[in-house]
């Protein structure tokens, strides 16, 4: 089985400069030229038989862009939303850092933050729906995972069983492509955080500014 990993395109949240997190902000009009660009690439060399998908908007427009040029389905699971930030969602870094600073020394990996869950139950629901996922996906050559950078970060740690607490980070850019495989008990990462369709969404962008 072939597993792509997909992050959302631009959202409202990176223009407003906010803790997105739970913030259930929609896509801006160049993430939805970004999420196009990646549906003709997926579409022509990529073509999944399932799509899976957080059900946060941005994640959730994104996938159903993808499977309007596909033609497949999508399923929505809510744990594959982004890190529950709690008190910080929708907030503005600066009023963040003010009404909710930081412990000394930062927070402890099974302290949740306020209204919201820990790093450790973080990735644990990670763990818990990737293995829902490859369960149901049994006998699919190639699925596809719509969802956002925190929780790819953690699916990949769970792919690669790597610790709990592990300090290993898998930064994706607006509509990063991860392409995984499984062959029985062998893993393999095919590539990481493929953009290479943003360029002529991003000289668009600036052709329209201009």
């Not at 998908?53 to 497949?72: V, W």
Request: net charge negative; charged share 30%.
């Amino acid at each position: 089985m072939e597993i792509l990993l997909i992050r959302h395109g631009e959202s409202e949240g990176d223009i407003l400069q906010v803790h997105e997190g739970r913030a259930d902000l929609l896509l801006t009009e160049h993430g939805r030229r970004q999420a196009k660009e990646m549906a003709k690439v997926v579409k022509e060399k990529f073509m999944p038989e399932v799509i899976w998908s957080s059900t946060l908007k941005r994640a959730r427009e994104t996938a159903e862009i993808l499977s309007k040029e596909t033609g497949i389905a999508v399923i929505e699971d809510e744990k594959l939303r982004e890190f529950n930030n709690g008190v910080l969602a929708g907030l503005p870094y600066a009023e963040a850092k003010v009404r909710y600073p930081e412990p000394e020394g930062g927070r402890k990996p099974h302290e949740p933050i306020e209204e919201g869950e820990s790093e450790l139950e973080f990735r644990f629901r990670a763990q818990t729906v990737f293995s829902k996922i490859l369960t149901e996906s049994s006998g699919r050559k190639r699925i596809a995972i719509v969802s956002h950078g925190g929780m790819i970060s953690n699916l990949l740690r769970t792919f690669l069983n790597l610790p709990v607490l592990s300090d290993t980070y898998f930064p994706t850019g607006d509509t990063g492509i991860h392409l995984l495989r499984l062959n029985g008990s062998q893993k393999v990462i095919m590539f990481m955080n493929d953009c290479g369709h943003l360029p002529k969404v991003d000289s668009e962008q600036l052709a329209a500014q201009n």
